[in-house]
């Protein structure tokens, strides 16, 4: 079987089923497509090669908050139906790309942003101007929002995502 050497993702049975879907060919030529759950974007840098349209497959609202700085690439929601996938790719139709089912407000993104940060409740309260109590209630909205279930997965994915904030800047 022949596969795309643009796919970048640990999960093999991505790898063939967008190599099937797209061929390698069709793939390498115009495409690099990047499993955001299973691999950093800091490890295929270096492979990316300009002029070449950059899909980035999510299926976490949280992933996508943290790369959406990065205004040239595509993200697809990992959860789309093949129809939606391609058109999305050879369409170049926009209405598959991800939504959030929830949008942030602008306070809620701040919150977000100082969590991301590492800073703790003291301090997102002090940079932020508000009380704990108001922490907690935009805590609570990010993590419905966000659908994350509790704290502690929120503040598990956020360290997971820290790896793309810290490594694509050069992308902005």
């Known amino acids: 079987m022949d596969l795309s050497g643009s796919i970048f993702s640990d999960d093999y049975f991505f ?26 974007i800091s490890e295929v840098r270096k492979n990316i090669t300009p002029g070449k349209k950059v ?10 908050y943290a790369l959406k700085h990065m205004s ?7 959860k789309c ?3 939606e996938i391609l ?8 209405q598959y790309n991800y939504r959030m089912k929830y ?24 940079r932020l101007g ?18 994350q279930g509790n704290r502690v997965v929120l503040y598990q994915n956020i360290a997971r995502t820290e790896l793309y904030t810290q490594n694509t800047h050069e992308y902005e």
């Open 15 to 40: 790898i063939v089923g967008m190599s099937e879907l797209l061929t390698p060919e069709l793939i390498d030529e115009n495409y690099c497509i990047i499993d955001i759950e299973t691999i950093c």
């Open 55 to 64: 899909i980035i497959f999510i299926s976490n609202v949280l992933d996508y």
């Open 72 to 78: 040239d690439f595509v993200f697809i929601d990992k």
């Open 81 to 83: 139906r093949l129809n």
């Open 87 to 94: 058109s999305c790719l050879l369409v170049k139709s926009s």
């Open 103 to 126: 949008s942030l407000s602008q306070r809620e993104e701040e919150v977000l942003y100082c969590m991301q940060k590492g800073l703790d409740v003291k301090e997102i309260s002090q």
């Open 130 to 147: 508000m009380t704990r109590k108001t922490f907690y209630a935009h805590r609570r909205s990010l993590i419905f929002k966000l659908q």
